[in-house]
Structure formats: C-alpha cells, structure tokens
C-alpha cells in the first residue's frame, strides 16, 4: 500500500527500437509464486526511506515521446561519484541500480498494459544496468513479471546481478616502487578480457 516515488539522475540511458528480449520464459516465470521473500518484520522495510509529499499520484513518465523511434529503455549507465560527500558504499550502489531499472520497467510496462495492477504482464519488461568506477563493474538484468505489488505472495520480478567485478588491477601514471623495487608497473596491469567480454554482451543483447 505504499506510495514510492523514484528520482534522481540515473546516469546515461541507451534507447532502443525493440524491446529486450525476456530473460525467463512464461514456466520459469510462475514458478516465482512458491518462492518466499525475505522479511524485516518487526521492521518495516521502508524505515530509513524520506518522506515527502507527492501531489500528483497518477503521474508516470517514461520520458519518451509518443512518436520517438526509439521508445523502449535497454540500459542504464551508472558511473560512481569522486566526491567523497556523495559516494555510495558497494550495496547502496546496486541498490541504486535496481531502484532505477524497476522505475524504468513499471513506467513502460504501465504505458504498455495500463496503470491497473497485473499479476502476469503478457510480455515481461527487461531492462538492463551497468555500473562503475571505471576499474570495478556491477552487471545487472531485471525482469519485471508483475506489477502487483501489494503483497509477498504470488509472481515475483527477478533481477539477476553480477557484482564487483574487475576490469583490471591497477592503472598507474607513475610506477609503485618500493624498496628500489618496482612493484606495480607505470600503465594497465591486470587486465581482465572477460570483463569486458560482458559489457559488450550487454550493450549488444538484442541487437545480435
């Protein structure tokens, strides 16, 4: 019964002319309803959440015009912040990421199928998000089946993450010598191929 509402810059959004295809098929999708969320109970899971008042309730935007070629949300970039003031610890981060696809799935899903809560969407919404410092990347997926939320029960939305992963070691301008000794060369050291090789299984999910 809770009202959310998602804001704030979510980083750079690659658009495309189809929409991502489904992760899990329609079996796997209903086999969700006998999975249990975990619970905070006593505690209420939006506890440390800001409250603010929302006047305009009914109000979802997608951002997209109606007659824009390319309507549907594929990824979402997330670049971590320098600023000390404003950096997010790892979870929060990914938290973040999740928050912001969800917010992109519900709008397009409530622009595809209406704003009247669905316990199956005749074709999930998937939106995919990468995040980095530019040395540590989180890989993230999220299907929405649903968007009956008011309960724990029934289908569930899933979201597939692969978290802290490395593209490489150390990235020196200088080297690191110690004890006349260099320990970690001037340049890229440790460069992880793989990494990469999933970034672009991303970029390029749907297209190939």
């Known amino acids: ?29 209903l086999e969700t309803s006998d999975q249990v969320l975990e619970s905070f109970y006593p505690v209420s899971p939006t506890i440390d959440l800001q409250q603010v008042n929302v006047y305009k309730e ?10 824009y070629p390319y309507p549907h949300a594929h990824t979402l970039y997330f670049l971590e912040t ?11 981060f990914r938290a973040k990421m999740i928050m ?3 917010g992109n799935a519900l709008a397009r899903a ?17 939106v995919q998000a990468v995040g980095t410092n530019g040395r540590i990347f989180q890989f993230l997926v999220f299907q929405l089946n649903t968007t009956e ?8 939305n899933q979201v597939w993450l ?12 200088r080297p690191l010598i110690k004890k006349k000794e260099v320990k970690v060369p001037a340049g890229l ?3 992880k191929p793989e990494t990469f090789s999933k970034f672009l299984a991303l970029y390029l999910h749907g297209a190939v």
Do not use: W
């Open 162 to 173: 692969d978290e802290d992963v490395e593209l490489y070691d150390f990235a020196k301008v």
């Open 1 to 29: 019964e809770d009202l959310f509402q998602i804001r704030g810059q979510n980083g750079l959004l690659h658009c495309s002319i189809d929409p991502l295809p489904q992760v899990c098929r329609k079996k796997e999708v």
């Open 100 to 102: 912001f696809t969800f």
């Open 189 to 191: 050291a440790g460069y």
């Open 110 to 126: 409530h622009k595809l199928y209406g704003t009247q809560p669905q316990s199956l969407l005749e074709r999930p919404v998937t």
């Open 149 to 156: 939320l008011s309960g724990d029960d029934g289908i569930k």
């Open 58 to 67: 009914e109000m979802n935007c997608t951002g997209f015009r109606g007659n």
């Open 82 to 92: 320098a600023d000390p003031n404003c950096k997010l610890r790892p979870e929060q």
